[in-house]
């Protein structure tokens, strides 16, 4: 018989544990791991089953169970204190609240998935974790976050394998009352509930869960509610599970809908409204939209409203690959909004910011990525290489400019390490220096750490994966149909004395997840080495609709299977945070061979290294700058124009010979013998006397030299001081004097983009250089400018000089200001400065005409400029 009424009854705790439902309720316990261990040893097997959640846990519990924890003195102590401590951290001031007036009152963060726990499966690679961690680190630095996302009622997929070893995708549905959430309600208890017009007289109507992430509330929309019809409350069905009509209206619910529950927000609890919108990726893009609605209610004009909204938004773009980003056709943009989504914005005005009007775009398409460049006056990638290549991916929006002028800034991702570091190596840590410097990113005393010790901490973590890895390659093979009597073999698969590589990630081509194979017979040869094995354990999803990436699982799976090695070889289906917290720890050497430069960061590798695990990568994103030859290998690449048939074979071959010659080697201590020429098995610390210097030596640098850098407490750091401050300085002078600066600014920028087609360098002249000039010798530049309406307190004139390439092109160039000499009349003006030679060898300098003004970000930001030719 179905149940004809439902109900969710929530557990009343004692009023002695009371602090348990406080200590749930706070995703804090998902990296306090004090908190963590409480609630483990109220129950172990019940917490077990629960997989570690402590609200489901408490909601196990019956009223016996209950009232005996609340008669335990020691677990009341341990309630009290720990329910003080987070109530400490929640309220002390932090970080940021030492940087004075400057720092922002609020920010808000738009992100499409957030990866903070298992629990709570709402993250499907990369980006949701990077999300998760970036509010974990504001809270424990005390910046005044606000997260923004979805609630997607089945998350992203659980995989499996079927016996042939293709990927299979299900997708249990998530009940919001049993996750650690909240529901957001008006004062008289009602929920509170977001609106959007769509086509055809619907409407979309949304709940606000909240999740408190720390100090961190994150606020997450729902669409699947009683108030909308079925098509409107499958719109959050799955995370990046839809296409066309259904991901667009995804967007528009987190970009606008977004925006409308922070102020529903704010209005139920008096919490400042944002100064500052951090879009993470172009997904939540239309929060702009939504903002410029509100400033023209207001009675600003479009250019006013999206002057002033750009002054205080924060653009990170995450993709270096054209075909991640999200486009949608213009047209069905446009149905969407003649719904009545922004009644009062112009149409042509909101399609003109996805517009792809440059050379190579799509006229007819509606791009995410650029609609999010053209709404945020500051932007950024997400590793150095990735800024530099973003740069030139998007130059089209800024032609004229050179690539490395486009304002497309960096700020390199990090991990948040009290998540990601293990509890055996913080205790590690605490036991030796005192405190949990490791939970605070801080290694510099590793060097004062016993060789012997550490790498005995090293095969403790080996062993911990392998036991992991045991019970789930065992519980994989039944569910692909496997008898226990088949299944014998799974006790001895990995060895914990053996060189173990983790792999693991999303599953798209450009990761090549299968360049391992590209050689089998030589993959099984390293595996099986006599003197120096090596084993490798694989995990990663493939989008559901990526046949291309399901058949690389399916090709290494079958590989896998193979009885002469699959003791070395293992893949793991459904990677998860949890399998992740055991799996980069355990493993000695994290491997990453993208297709360069198509890593935007990737951060994995970030996680095994504050675990004391050496990066084997190909030189791209994170690692193309912080490499330094002794934290691990880089793995050469093909050189440029390499097929790729050829490239692949170059690059697996380097992989090959790299783990034969000096990663294993080195691992096992036989690199300076074997390179003398002597022969036989060999020792180290794990089975044997000899201890392998040189490796340990390269973890402890690792940990000293390279953790902090990759700290998540670092990345937010650079947000607030680099992005944050600067854009909630320019979002308040903007809107100063009721808007009056957006106005003049606005104004100014109209002015430019009508009168700026008649600005010219007509004449440059160098004076006083001698045919064979040499170094230190002065010459002077005259430029003659027509600036026709434009008066010259509006643009800077700019003399750019360095070196001259072989095609003629300045490198390594220097900017300067020149000055206005002389009113020539009629809109033309003598612009000169003097110049030194201050470098042998070949140079040049060229002129150009840019605008200026005190408000811009960049001199290139409004994509005008004239250059002389």
Not at 102 to 118: D, H, L, M, R, V
Not at 292 to 302: F, K, P, S
Not at 627 to 641: K, L, S, V
């Amino acid at each position: 018989m179905k149940a004809i009424r439902r109900f969710t009854v929530r557990t009343v705790l004692p009023a002695s544990i009371s602090g348990l439902g406080h200590l749930a309720s706070n995703l804090r316990w998902s990296w306090h791991e004090p908190t963590a261990n409480l609630f483990r040893d109220l129950d172990p097997d019940a917490y077990a089953a629960v997989g570690g959640d402590p609200v489901a846990l408490l909601g196990q519990f019956d009223r016996a169970k209950l009232d005996a924890l609340a008669a335990d003195h020691s677990i009341v102590d341990r309630v009290n204190d720990l329910t003080a401590d987070l109530d400490r951290y929640l309220t002390e001031p932090r970080w940021c609240q030492n940087l004075g007036e400057n720092a922002p009152k609020s920010i808000a963060y738009f992100s499409p998935e957030y990866g903070i726990t298992s629990v709570l499966p709402q993250y499907s690679g990369g980006l949701g974790i990077l999300a998760g961690d970036h509010l974990k680190s504001a809270s424990d630095l005390g910046v005044p976050l606000i997260g923004v996302g979805l609630l997607y009622q089945a998350g992203y997929f659980k995989q499996a394998l079927s016996r042939d070893a293709w990927q299979q995708e299900s997708y249990p549905v998530l009940d919001p009352d049993g996750l650690p959430l909240t529901l957001l309600r008006e004062a008289d208890g009602s929920p509170a509930i977001v609106t959007l017009p769509l086509p055809d007289n619907r409407q979309l109507h949304a709940y606000i869960w909240r999740a408190d992430v720390g100090r961190v509330p994150l606020l997450l929309l729902d669409s699947n509610i009683p108030n909308n019809d079925d098509a409107a409350r499958q719109i959050t069905d799955r995370l990046y599970g839809g296409g066309g009509d259904h991901r667009l209206q995804q967007e528009l619910l987190l970009g606008m809908g977004g925006v409308k529950a922070l102020r529903t927000y704010a209005r139920l609890t008096g919490t400042p409204a944002p100064e500052v919108f951090h879009t993470n990726e172009g997904h939540a893009g239309f929060l702009g939209i939504e903002r410029i609605r509100e400033l023209m209610d207001y009675g600003l004009t479009w250019d006013e409203a999206l002057t002033a909204v750009r002054a205080s938004t924060v653009f990170t773009t995450h993709t270096p690959v054209p075909a991640g980003i999200d486009r949608f056709q213009a047209l069905q943009v446009g149905h969407f909004f003649r719904a009545g989504l922004a009644p009062n914005v112009p149409l042509d005005g909101i399609l003109s910011l996805g517009a792809e009007n440059y050379e190579g775009g799509d006229p007819a398409t509606f791009n995410m990525a650029v609609m999010g460049l053209r709404l945020g006056q500051r932007a950024n990638g997400v590793a150095k290489l990735h800024g530099k290549v973003s740069r030139g991916m998007f130059s089209g929006l800024w032609s004229g400019f050179d690539v490395d002028e486009v304002p497309i800034t960096s700020v390199t991702n990090g991990v948040h390490v009290p998540t990601w570091v293990d509890p055996k190596i913080a205790n590690f840590a605490a036991e030796r220096f005192g405190r949990n410097t490791v939970a605070e990113g801080d290694w510099s005393r590793a060097a004062d750490v016993d060789d012997a010790e550490l790498w005995a901490l090293r095969r403790e973590l080996r062993v911990q994966l392998i036991d992991d890895v045991r019970e789930r390659v065992r519980a994989s093979w039944i569910k692909r149909g496997a008898s226990e009597a088949e299944l014998e073999w799974t006790k001895n698969v990995l060895d914990p004395d053996v060189l173990t590589i983790g792999f693991a990630r999303r599953v798209p081509t450009y990761k090549r997840l299968t360049l391992m194979l590209r050689d089998p017979a030589r993959l099984k040869k390293i595996l099986l080495h006599p003197q120096h094995p090596v084993q490798i354990v694989v995990a990663g999803k493939s989008h559901p609709a990526d046949e291309a990436g399901k058949k690389m699982i399916q090709d290494l799976v079958r590989f896998t299977d193979d009885p002469e090695v699959r003791h070395r070889i293992v893949f793991l289906p459904n990677y998860d945070m949890k399998m992740a917290r055991t799996l980069f720890p355990g493993c000695d050497v994290w491997l990453n061979n993208p297709l360069r430069p198509l890593e935007a960061c990737g951060t994995s590798g970030m996680k095994a290294a504050i675990n004391g695990a050496l990066n084997l990568s190909v030189l791209d994103g994170w690692w193309d700058e912080l490499y330094d030859g002794e934290n691990g290998w880089a793995i050469p690449t093909a050189p440029a124009g390499t097929s790729a048939e050829a490239r692949d074979d170059f690059e697996s071959a380097a992989l090959y010979t790299l783990i034969e010659n000096t990663v294993a080697p080195r691992f096992y201590g036989t690199e300076a013998a074997e390179s003398a020429g002597a022969a036989g098995p060999s020792e180290h610390g794990a089975a044997g006397s000899e201890l392998p210097h040189t490796w340990i030596h390269m973890i402890k640098h690792t940990l000293s030299d390279l953790g902090p850098k990759v700290s998540a407490t670092r990345m937010v750091q650079d947000y607030v001081q680099q992005l944050y401050i600067p854009a909630a300085e320019a979002g308040r002078e903007i809107a100063a004097n009721e808007f009056a600066n957006a106005r003049e600014l606005a104004n100014y920028v109209s002015r430019m983009r009508h009168g700026f087609g008649n600005v010219h360098v007509e004449h440059v002249e160098s004076v006083g250089i001698d045919e064979e000039p040499s170094l230190g010798d002065y010459f002077r530049v005259n430029a003659y400018v027509r600036l026709g309406d434009i008066a010259p307190h509006e643009v800077q004139v700019q003399v750019i000089s360095g070196t001259v390439t072989a095609n003629d092109d300045l490198a390594d160039t220097v900017t300067s200001n020149l000055e206005l000499a002389q009113d020539l009349g009629e809109g033309r003006y003598l612009y000169t400065m003097e110049m030194v030679l201050n470098h042998s060898g070949s140079f040049g300098y060229g002129v150009r005409v840019v605008p200026s003004h005190p408000l811009l970000a960049s001199s290139a930001e409004l994509g005008l400029v004239a250059n002389a030719h």
